[in-house]
């Protein structure tokens, strides 16, 4: 039972590097999300998809792009990274669906450090 | 929009004493409400939840939480505390609509021996 499975778990870039965040869940769940933790600041919403085929900006969108490739998988692209991307990256998904059930289940983590 | 609001960044209790997170929310409807608690280096783990029914839940490690609508709090609560228990624990909205879940900016739990 994998749950939600984030890879990688750690990634150095240099600024101006891109790379892309790889999110899959085994739940069969509609919605997923990304968030990034800071000291601090709590988890702040960067992207959401309630259901396959829509995603939409949460609060901290700016620099990122994300694709809801399948009902499995969610990736978060930083196209240009910069040091104010320095964070842990957590992968969410919850069942969702007409009922607004938004009890979420997390992966590990991936801790992004922009140099 | 929902939002959450956590006052107290650090908290330190006794071994054995009792414990009371705080957390208010803000959303125009009746909330999904959700403490999650993340030990150092770990992903969330979910500890209790409430929908609707019964305001007062009961969660994992012996934790409990309040729904006051009145107040707009969402308090948890454990009566003897574990040094175990330290950890960060986060409070979260879910909307009904949109499938939204928004955090709160968490407290650090210090158990002291």
């Known amino acids: 039972n994998a749950g939600v499975t984030q890879t990688p778990k750690f990634q150095v870039l240099k600024t101006g590097q891109s790379m892309t965040l790889q999110c899959a869940q085994d739940m069969n769940h509609n919605s997923m999300y990304w968030y990034r933790q800071d000291p601090g600041m709590g988890l702040r919403l960067i992207y959401y998809s309630a259901s396959e085929g829509t995603t939409d900006k949460g609060e901290v969108p700016n620099g990122y792009n994300v694709s809801r490739l399948n009902k499995r998988e969610f990736s978060l692209r930083l196209e240009s990274a910069a040091p104010s991307q320095t964070s842990v990256y957590f992968c969410?998904?919850?069942?969702?669906?007409?009922?607004?059930?938004?009890?979420?289940?997390f992966g590990q983590g991936t801790r992004l450090t922009v140099v | 929009a929902q939002s959450v609001t956590q006052p107290d960044i650090h908290i330190t209790v006794s071994e054995g004493a009792s414990l009371e997170l705080r957390c208010n929310y803000s959303y125009g409807a009746t909330p999904y409400l959700f403490w999650y608690v993340q030990s150092p280096g770990q992903g969330l783990q979910l500890l209790l939840k409430y929908f609707s029914g019964d305001t007062l839940v009961q969660g994992i490690k012996g934790f409990e939480a309040e729904f006051k609508r009145s107040q707009s709090s969402f308090n948890l609560r454990k009566p003897s505390v574990h040094w175990s228990d330290a950890a960060e624990y986060f409070c979260?909205?879910?909307?009904?609509?949109?499938?939204?879940?928004?955090f709160g900016a968490g407290t650090i739990l210090r158990v002291k021996s």
């Open positions: 979260a909205v879910g909307a009904w609509y949109g499938n939204k879940l928004v």
């Open positions: 969410a998904s919850s069942a969702g669906g007409a009922a607004g059930n938004t009890e979420a289940f």
